[in-house]
């Protein structure tokens, strides 16, 4: 089992970038696929992106591709999302998730079997 914690999120201009991080407990961290979702305000969770065990592989739903990208450091237990050219319709709560497979990257929510309590992002214009 795998506990995760988001941070990083907070209140930014249009145009400004945040880095939002995911640490996860547990010596495993390694084996498990991450993904990043969001949900904004009367709106269904959405996929972000997705990352493998390794790193290597790496997907972006199109909303996002070009500005935001997800990385992990598996010395360090975290997943990253960087999110550079922020807009207004970015703002959600993004949370993180994790599933324990050596696979690759997943973008359904129901792939996923661990999920972070959220981190709020908010874009002003």
């Known amino acids: 089992q795998v506990q995760l914690v ?5 209140l930014v201009q ?15 961290f390694s084996s498990y696929a991450m993904g990043w979702f969001r949900q904004a305000p009367g709106k269904e ?7 493998n065990w390794s790193g290597s592989s790496t997907y ?8 935001f990208t997800i990385s992990r450091d598996n010395a360090k237990n975290t997943v990253y999302l960087q999110m550079n050219s ?20 997943y973008s359904p929510e129901n792939a ?13 214009s």
């Open 86 to 105: 922020l807009k207004p319709e970015d703002t959600a709560v993004y949370y993180c998730a994790a599933v324990r497979t050596y696979g690759g990257t």
């Open 112 to 124: 996923y079997d661990y999920w972070g309590q959220g981190t709020q992002v908010t874009v002003s």
């Open 60 to 67: 972006s739903a199109d909303s996002v591709k070009g500005r």
């Open 6 to 10: 988001e941070s990083g999120g907070g």
């Open 45 to 51: 969770r959405e996929f972000v992106a997705a990352i």
């Open 14 to 28: 249009a145009g400004g970038s945040l880095r939002l991080s995911c640490a996860a407990s547990g010596r495993t």
